[in-house]
């Protein structure tokens, strides 16, 4: 029985349609469903009426197309007439036993030769292992982003050691940096950057009207330089100095200068810095008489940062506000960078820019940072630090509750598998590992 199906719109829903038509992020089968509809609309007036294979031939559908949707708008509804329904697709050509193959073969290094994989040289050698017949790079490209993996790109991280000087350094960072303001005992950020000296071997085309500022690939190294960077915590004050190099000399003179120069009337500067070997006491001893060595350090006082974890440091948030306003480009001189640095501290004390820290010791104790939420609300058991020795009973609590979080963050139960290796990203996150079975011992305190 050969069934047909009147499709009539009241104003209104033609008025949607035809919005739906005209603009919008929507798909391109629901646009060609709505405009089906509009062009059988059986309530229209004058020579816009078409009949169903009038509207086939204008939308270049077929006829088929047309009864459908007609179908499912008199039966259904207009919403489930747009819509289109989910489609089976062809059959999947790889069990999930040769699926886990190649994911576990993209988790590995690439055959002697290649640097990294390649769509098509994983496709090669997972047809090989799983005796597959015409594995092609686009089913190789499916299976890799179900499962969020790209095996050709690699990141440069920082992975600190996560262990009992970690803890300690870290809190006594963030404790620093969380008191008060103290004009008399300030707390000072200190690191340094070397930098490169460029030349133009051709003098840069200037910009124009359509067309960007021209520089030659071509340039000219005309040597190194440092730049120590001192920033204050609590308020819009930091000084740089360019100097020919990093030695312990320098170090000395820039505990001088801060000590005599930037702050005559402290009675004690709180300093942090990471652990560069020119970073101690003994550069000053080296550079200064043993007096004026002991002169300089009993206005101040260290705090290091964890190795691997310099981020701690705001001197290194400032000096990465300076390569973007100021040093990102080619200066091929050292008088021309003193002057260029020297305008940039000038500008930004005088535009009052602080560092605004984020990172607290109160969310250091709970795992996390402002950058990341944690759905559990147990807190670190805490691990004495100083002059107090930590007990083992302590260790083992810190360990056992560090382990059983990321075995929770990692759907891992709680019995199963080896030890875990815990370590914190600089953003103050945890990552776990297995730890080999020869590691897995207690620590041997003396």
Not at 225 to 251: E, G, K, M, Q
């Amino acid at each position: 029985m050969n069934i047909r199906y009147e499709v009539e719109f009241e104003e209104s829903e033609r008025e949607a349609l035809r919005k739906l038509i005209a603009g919008g992020d929507h798909k391109a089968r629901k646009v060609k469903h709505a405009q089906v509809l509009l062009a059988v609309d059986q309530g229209r007036l004058g020579v816009d009426r078409l009949t169903d294979e009038q509207g086939a031939q204008v939308l270049a559908v077929g006829t088929s197309t047309v009864f459908r949707v007609k179908r499912k708008f008199v039966e259904e509804s207009l919403d489930a007439a747009l819509a289109e329904s989910p489609r089976p697709g062809g059959e999947r050509k790889t069990t999930a036993k040769q699926d886990a193959a190649l994911i576990a073969l993209a988790c590995t290094k690439p055959p002697q030769g290649c640097a990294k994989w390649t769509l098509q040289l994983l496709a090669d050698m997972w047809a090989e292992l799983s005796e597959l017949q015409d594995v092609s790079s686009g089913t190789v490209q499916r299976r890799l982003d179900e499962n969020e993996l790209k095996p050709w790109q690699r990141k440069m991280w920082c992975i600190p050691q996560f262990d009992l000087e970690y803890v300690a350094r870290m809190e006594d960072v963030l404790d620093l940096y969380a008191q008060p303001p103290d004009p008399k005992r300030p707390v000072v950020c200190f690191d340094e950057t070397p930098r490169q000296l460029i030349g133009e071997t051709r003098e840069p085309v200037a910009a124009k009207p359509g067309h960007v500022q021209r520089y030659d690939y071509e340039y000219k190294r005309n040597g190194t330089t440092n730049v120590f960077v001192l920033i204050d915590r609590h308020r819009s004050w930091r000084h740089a100095d360019v100097t020919d190099r990093h030695t312990n000399d320098d170090f000395a003179d820039q505990m001088r200068k801060l000590a005599d120069d930037h702050y005559p009337d402290a009675d004690l500067i709180r300093v942090v810095m990471d652990n560069l070997n020119t970073h101690k006491a003994a550069s000053l001893y080296a550079a200064f008489a043993p007096a004026e060595a002991r002169r300089v350090l009993r206005r101040l006082e260290f705090h290091f940062t964890p190795k691997h974890t310099s981020w701690l440091d705001m001197a290194e948030i400032e000096i990465g506000a300076f390569i973007r306003q100021c040093l990102d480009r080619r200066i091929g001189d050292k008088e021309t960078l003193t002057q260029e640095v020297n305008a940039c501290v000038r500008n930004r004390n005088a535009a009052g820019a602080t560092i605004r820290w984020m990172f607290t010791l109160e969310q250091a104790l709970r795992g996390n940072c402002s950058t990341s939420a944690s759905s559990s609300s147990a807190r670190i058991p805490r691990i004495p630090v100083g002059s107090q020795r930590p007990s083992r009973a302590g260790i083992s609590r810190y360990q056992s509750w560090a382990v059983s979080r990321r075995r929770r963050a990692c759907g891992v139960a709680s019995s199963a598998g080896p030890d875990l290796r815990i370590s914190v990203s600089p953003r103050g996150t945890f990552g776990c590992g297995q730890v080999p079975a020869a590691a897995r011992q207690a620590p041997a305190w003396p």
